[in-house]
């Protein structure tokens, strides 16, 4: 369970940075792409900040960032067994 776990929230994450990245792209072109690099630690935070952007809610985003904080909770959940 616990690589199972640890696929999931890291997988949801690059899948997150991948969006991120594309849609930095889209709202700022090549300064998004250079700010995508330097800001990837906010990946956790794009799904707001794509919400606030765009003016939709992004469902798919926030379903991915569920998944990895699942993950993340059954990653930690077997660490302690």
């Known amino acids: 369970m616990k690589t199972l776990g640890t696929v ?10 991948f969006f991120m990245m594309s849609s930095m792209y889209g709202w700022w ?3 998004g792409i250079f700010l995508g690099f330097i ?3 906010g990946v956790v935070l794009f799904p ?3 919400w606030f952007m ?15 904080v699942a993950g993340l909770f ?8």
């Open 29 to 31: 072109g090549g300064v």
């Open 74 to 81: 059954m990653t930690s959940i077997s660490e302690a067994d």
């Open 39 to 41: 800001l990837a630690p």
């Open 8 to 17: 999931l929230w890291i997988g949801a994450g690059i899948v997150l940075w």
């Open 48 to 50: 707001l900040l794509s």
């Open 54 to 68: 765009d003016g939709v809610f992004p469902l798919l985003y926030f379903v991915i960032w569920g998944i990895g």
